[in-house]
């Protein structure tokens, strides 16, 4: 008889490659996956895995099976999100994934309004850079910048993060000619506001870099030089004010993607409204866009909140 956990933790393994990466990704140490690795090579009579002393390598059986376990453990998530999307229990905890700024200056301020209308739903919010993968299980709702092209998922367009430059009034004081700026690390050139603003540049310098919008904003707002920022991470701040230039930098669509499955819930439905109206608001859509429900595979889902959002949040449907 196969174990459920020793299939699980391979099916880690063999996508992530090594013990270190495996432990990380399900909170346990290298003995634990070793040992249930090597349960299920015994439970199978077979070599899944050559140990070698900085990674792991599966045999030609491993990687047979373990592709079959991916889809194993695919399945086994798929029937959580349906139990989820069942269940109508009145206390529950929803994860929710979101860039840094968004999470912490559109999301969590809000979150005491949401609390007062469900005191029953725990909000856990991760304001990460890296994408949570919604189909492992790691978050419930995502809030990304970038639309999946997952045909599984339920995608809606929530809102349009616009850009402007900023810098202290001294900094904006000087001729254009001798302004300095404060950019992402070249890991992130790839970002259509790094990029637009490399082609902004016409030889004057990048002088500090930062993986982050807050250290690139603190930077800035220190008179170090001018920065790319979300206009509701700095609009109404008198400490740095917008600089005019054309073109303008991009705007980039924010997309609410979750699975159909989960939307059955009324919590889920709960949350996934409070999210469409707090990030609509900083990031309202222009009035001529309204493609803002969109799934995956053309499976065309409605929009039920299509309006304005106003801030309080609703009370969650019956199911």
Request: hydrophobic share 45%; net charge positive; with cysteine.
């Amino acid at each position: 008889m196969i174990d459920w956990q020793d299939l699980q933790h391979f099916a880690v393994l063999a996508r992530t490659g090594s013990l270190s990466a495996a432990a990380r990704d399900l909170g346990v140490d290298h003995a634990t996956i070793g040992r249930r690795v090597a349960s299920l090579e015994d439970a199978l009579a077979l070599r899944l895995v050559e140990r070698l002393p900085r990674r792991v390598a599966l045999t030609p059986e491993g990687t047979a099976i373990a592709a079959l376990a991916a889809e194993i453990v695919g399945t086994v998530r798929a029937i959580e999100r349906r139990a989820l999307g069942y269940a109508a229990a009145p206390v529950a905890t929803v994860r929710i994934s979101a860039p840094p700024a968004v999470a912490a200056r559109l999301i969590a301020p809000q979150v005491a309004r949401f609390h007062r209308a469900h005191p029953g739903i725990t909000l856990v919010l991760s304001g990460a850079a890296r994408i949570a993968a919604l189909d492992r299980g790691e978050a419930e709702i995502a809030v990304r910048l970038t639309r999946p092209d997952d045909p599984d998922l339920l995608i809606r367009r929530i809102g349009v993060m616009r850009f402007a430059l900023y810098a202290t009034p001294d900094q904006a004081a000087k001729a254009p000619a001798d302004w300095t700026f404060i950019s992402y690390d070249s890991a992130l050139d790839h970002v259509p506001q790094q990029a637009w603003l490399r082609s902004l540049l016409s030889g004057r310098p990048i002088v500090f870099q930062a993986s982050d919008l807050f250290g690139q904003q603190e930077a800035a707002r220190a008179g170090l030089g001018a920065v790319v920022l979300p206009r509701f991470l700095e609009d109404g701040d008198a400490a740095l004010t917008r600089l005019p230039v054309e073109p303008k930098p991009p705007p980039r669509d924010v997309w609410l993607v979750t699975y159909p499955d989960l939307k059955r819930s009324p919590v889920i439905r709960a949350a996934l409204a409070f999210l469409a109206q707090v990030i609509g608001l900083g990031c309202p859509v222009a009035a001529s866009a309204d493609e803002s429900i969109i799934s995956n595979g053309g499976s065309g889902c409605r929009d039920d909140e299509n309006k304005r959002p106003s801030v309080a949040p609703q009370k969650a449907a019956s199911p």
